[in-house]
C-alpha cells in the first residue's frame, strides 16, 4: 500500500466481500470500514451489477490494484441501514451508489455538476477517500458498503432493485453524454456496440425522441433486439456497403465498444459534418485515430466519464418516468466468480445483476 494513503478503520465491525487481488479469481475477504461520519450512509447490500470496469480493474487492464485487495463493484442497490447525523436518508430506504463515492463538493468541478473530475473524489473502489478522515473504498461485492450519502440516491418506486443496479454506473454513462451533447428532436445519434452501455443509449436517445436512434453492431444477431430497444436503423459495421450508405448521417456517435481493432477512420465517417463523437469506453491501448475528420468536417471527438450526483437522480427519474430499463440476468451473489466468468465471456443479454440469497428469496 503506497505510505500516503491514510487508513481509518471502525474495528468494531467487518465488511465482508469478494475481493480480487489482481486477477479475476475472486477470494472471500473482509475489511473493517471507516468509521460512519456526519454524511454517510451504510448500505445492507440486496444486488450489485457488474461493470465492464470491474474486470477492467480486477484483471489488472488498466494497472496494478493501488491498495491491495479490491473489492470491486460499483452497481451498488440495498436498504439504508445506518447512517450519520446529518444524512438526509432514512433507515430503511432502498437506495443505490454509483461509481464513485465522494467529492469536496466545493471546487469549480463540483460547483459546475462535474464531481467526476473533482480531484478529491473517491471512486467506489480501489481508491482512498481525500477528505481528512482516510480510508480506502471498497466497492459492492459484499455483503455491506459506508460511502458519503451525497453519492447515495433514493430508487424510484417504479424501478425494481435488481433493475436499478446498472443504472448506476452503465445508465448514466450513456445518459450523461446524451443529455449533454443535446440529443433530443432534431438529432440523429449513433450507438456503436449493442452491450452493457449500448443497449442503454438506445433506450435513452429513444426517450429522448431523437429523429433518428442507429444502432451499430459488428453482429447481424443484434439487429432484432435493437429495434425492440428502440433503434430506428440497424448498421452492421463488417458490411462496407451499410456503412457507406450510412456516412455522415449522425449528428451524435456515442461509442461503447472497446474493440482493439476497431477502423477509427471508418467509424468516425459515420459522423456528420461538425458532429460529435464521444467515447465512452476506455480501451486499454493508446488510440490511433487519422485526423482529416477533425479538420476537414469539424468533428470533435470527446470522452465522457459518468456523471455528477444531480445527474444520476436525474437519470433515475427519467427511467422511472419514460421505462428505461436495463435487461439483466441475475446470479447469485454467493458466487460471484461464475458471474464475472458469464461477464468475461461476453454472454449476458445484457447486465449481470448479483443478488444475495435473502434479495432472491423475497
Ligand atoms: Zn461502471
Ligand atoms: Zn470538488
Given at each position: 500500500?503506497?505510505?500516503?494513503?491514510?487508513?481509518?478503520?471502525?474495528?468494531?465491525?467487518?465488511?465482508?466481500?469478494?475481493?480480487?487481488?489482481?486477477?479475476?479469481?475472486?477470494?472471500?475477504?473482509?475489511?473493517?470500514?471507516?468509521?460512519?461520519g456526519?454524511k454517510d450512509v451504510?448500505?445492507?447490500?440486496?444486488?450489485?451489477?457488474?461493470?465492464?470496469?470491474?474486470?477492467?480493474?480486477?484483471?489488472?487492464?488498466?494497472?496494478?490494484?493501488?491498495?491491495?485487495?479490491?473489492?470491486?463493484?460499483?452497481?451498488?442497490?440495498?436498504?439504508?441501514?445506518?447512517?450519520g447525523?446529518?444524512s438526509?436518508?432514512?433507515?430503511?430506504?432502498?437506495?443505490?451508489a454509483?461509481?464513485m463515492v465522494d467529492a469536496?463538493g466545493?471546487?469549480?468541478?463540483?460547483?459546475?455538476?462535474?464531481?467526476?473530475?473533482?480531484?478529491?473524489?473517491a471512486?467506489?473502489?480501489?481508491?482512498?477517500f481525500?477528505d481528512?478522515?482516510?480510508?480506502?473504498?471498497?466497492?459492492?461485492?459484499?455483503?455491506?458498503?459506508r460511502v458519503n450519502g451525497e453519492y447515495v440516491?433514493?430508487?424510484?418506486?417504479?424501478?425494481?432493485?435488481?433493475?436499478?443496479?446498472?443504472?448506476?454506473?452503465?445508465?448514466?454513462?450513456?445518459?450523461?453524454?446524451?443529455?449533454?451533447?443535446?440529443?433530443?428532436?432534431?438529432?440523429?445519434?449513433?450507438?456503436?456496440?449493442?452491450?452493457?452501455?449500448?443497449?442503454?443509449?438506445?433506450?435513452?436517445?429513444?426517450?429522448?425522441?431523437?429523429?433518428?436512434?442507429?444502432?451499430?453492431?459488428?453482429?447481424?444477431?443484434?439487429?432484432?433486439?435493437?429495434?425492440?430497444?428502440?433503434?430506428?436503423?440497424?448498421?452492421?459495421?463488417?458490411?462496407?456497403?451499410?456503412?457507406?450508405?450510412?456516412?455522415?448521417?449522425?449528428?451524435?456517435?456515442?461509442?461503447?465498444?472497446?474493440?482493439?481493432?476497431?477502423?477509427?477512420?471508418?467509424?468516425?465517417?459515420?459522423?456528420?459534418?461538425?458532429?460529435?463523437?464521444?467515447?465512452?469506453?476506455?480501451?486499454?491501448?493508446?488510440?490511433?485515430?487519422?485526423?482529416?475528420?477533425?479538420?476537414?468536417?469539424?468533428?470533435?471527438?470527446?470522452?465522457?466519464?459518468?456523471?455528477?450526483k444531480?445527474?444520476?437522480?436525474?437519470?433515475?427519474?427519467?427511467?422511472?418516468?419514460?421505462?428505461?430499463?436495463?435487461?439483466?440476468?441475475?446470479?447469485?451473489?454467493?458466487?460471484?466468480?461464475?458471474?464475472?466468468?458469464?461477464?468475461?465471456?461476453?454472454?449476458?443479454?445484457?447486465?449481470?445483476?448479483?443478488?444475495?440469497?435473502?434479495?432472491?428469496?423475497?
Amino acid at each position: 500500500m503506497p505510505s500516503d494513503v491514510k487508513t481509518s478503520e471502525d474495528t468494531s465491525v467487518s465488511f465482508h466481500g469478494w475481493a480480487s487481488t489482481g486477477t479475476a479469481n475472486l477470494k472471500q475477504w473482509s475489511y473493517h470500514p471507516r468509521p460512519i461520519g456526519p454524511k454517510d450512509v451504510e448500505i445492507e447490500i440486496t444486488h450489485c451489477g457488474i461493470c465492464g470496469s470491474d474486470i477492467h480493474t480486477i484483471t489488472s487492464g488498466w494497472g496494478e490494484l493501488k491498495n491491495g485487495p479490491c473489492i470491486p463493484g460499483h452497481e451498488i442497490v440495498g436498504k439504508v441501514v445506518a447512517k450519520g447525523k446529518d444524512s438526509h436518508h432514512q433507515i430503511g430506504d432502498l437506495v443505490g451508489a454509483g461509481a464513485m463515492v465522494d467529492a469536496c463538493g466545493d471546487c469549480d468541478d463540483c460547483k459546475a455538476g462535474f464531481d467526476q473530475m473533482c480531484e478529491k473524489k473517491a471512486f467506489t473502489y480501489n481508491d482512498s477517500f481525500k477528505d481528512g478522515r482516510g480510508g480506502l473504498s471498497y466497492g459492492g461485492y459484499a455483503d455491506r458498503v459506508r460511502v458519503n450519502g451525497e453519492y447515495v440516491f433514493k430508487i424510484p418506486a417504479q424501478i425494481s432493485a435488481a433493475e436499478a443496479a446498472p443504472l448506476l454506473c452503465a445508465g448514466v454513462t450513456t445518459y450523461a453524454p446524451l443529455k449533454h451533447h443535446g440529443a433530443g428532436p432534431g438529432k440523429r445519434v449513433g450507438v456503436i456496440g449493442i452491450g452493457g452501455l449500448g443497449h442503454l443509449a438506445i433506450q435513452w436517445a429513444h426517450a429522448m425522441k431523437c429523429d433518428e436512434v442507429v444502432a451499430i453492431s459488428t453482429s447481424d444477431s443484434k439487429r432484432e433486439e435493437a429495434k425492440k430497444l428502440g433503434a430506428s436503423k440497424f448498421v452492421n459495421s463488417k458490411k462496407p456497403e451499410e456503412m457507406a450508405a450510412a456516412a455522415k448521417s449522425m449528428d451524435i456517435v456515442v461509442c461503447t465498444s472497446f474493440d482493439k481493432n476497431q477502423n477509427w477512420a471508418e467509424i468516425l465517417q459515420l459522423v456528420a459534418n461538425r458532429g460529435q463523437f464521444v467515447l465512452l469506453a476506455l480501451p486499454e491501448a493508446p488510440l490511433s485515430i487519422p485526423g482529416n475528420a477533425f479538420i476537414a468536417r469539424h468533428v470533435s471527438m470527446v470522452g465522457s466519464l459518468i456523471g455528477g450526483k444531480d445527474v444520476v437522480q436525474e437519470m433515475l427519474e427519467f427511467a422511472a418516468a419514460h421505462n428505461v430499463r436495463p435487461w439483466i440476468e441475475k446470479m447469485p451473489m454467493s458466487d460471484a466468480n461464475a458471474a464475472v466468468k458469464h461477464m468475461m465471456d461476453g454472454r449476458p443479454r445484457y447486465r449481470v445483476v448479483m443478488e444475495t440469497e435473502a434479495a432472491a428469496r423475497q
